[in-house]
């Protein structure tokens, strides 16, 4: 079976999976932790080899105070969970300038190895693809340069858009829609994903 190479994860639903639970919005963030986990176990499991997650973007920060203070939080406990799993090599990429990046994940916008990587996990935080692409402008490049090209996009929630992630990436990437609400992850979700993607008819345009 093909298997994709760079599969990227966008985790939504978070805040409608707390609603249907009549709890605050911001309360679904923490409960999104464990599917990352599983995730990334199961990419491992498939021999993938670099796994993107969607953290939360520069527009995600309009939101009220306590909405973006729980996914900032979020997001550094996921870092957590991800290198206690071990044998991963971490990137964190956005706007590290802002007082909304985690101050506490500003060591790893360097790729940082922990244990022997078998897979590369890259972390959208505070990213903009404005942002992104404003590099070119500065004469740096894109600042996702050392990402490679994603072949598959996940989305949970039933949404159908890419929310501007990595657009330089994304630009030949299959999508993926699960109905699921993010924290209501199953494997077996990931597991469909892989084997429709095995089954597309990849062309790059040619």
Request: glycine letters at 8%.
């Amino acid at each position: 079976m093909r298997i994709p190479k760079h599969i990227a994860i966008i985790p939504d639903g978070n805040r409608r999976w707390a609603i249907q639970h009549k709890k605050e919005k911001k309360d679904g963030y923490q409960n999104g932790l464990l599917p990352g986990v599983q995730v990334l176990r199961k990419a491992k499991e498939y021999g993938v080899s670099e796994i993107t997650y969607y953290g939360f973007t520069m527009d995600n920060c309009k939101r009220p105070r306590e909405q973006k203070d729980a996914f900032k939080k979020a997001c550094v406990d996921a870092l957590r969970f991800i290198k206690e799993e071990g044998n991963v090599s971490i990137l964190v990429l956005g706007n590290r300038e802002s007082e909304n990046f985690p101050k506490e994940l500003k060591e790893y916008t360097t790729r940082k190895e922990i244990g022997k990587p078998e897979i590369k996990v890259n972390f959208l935080v505070n990213y903009g693809w404005n942002w992104d692409l404003s590099g070119i402008v500065n004469g740096k490049g894109v600042y996702s340069r050392e990402i490679s090209k994603i072949d598959l996009v996940i989305r949970w929630g039933n949404m159908r858009r890419l929310s501007g992630m990595l657009p330089i990436q994304s630009v030949y990437a299959d999508f993926y829609v699960v109905e699921t609400l993010w924290p209501d992850y199953a494997d077996e979700e990931f597991d469909l994903a892989i084997q429709w993607y095995a089954k597309q008819d990849i062309t790059l345009g040619g």
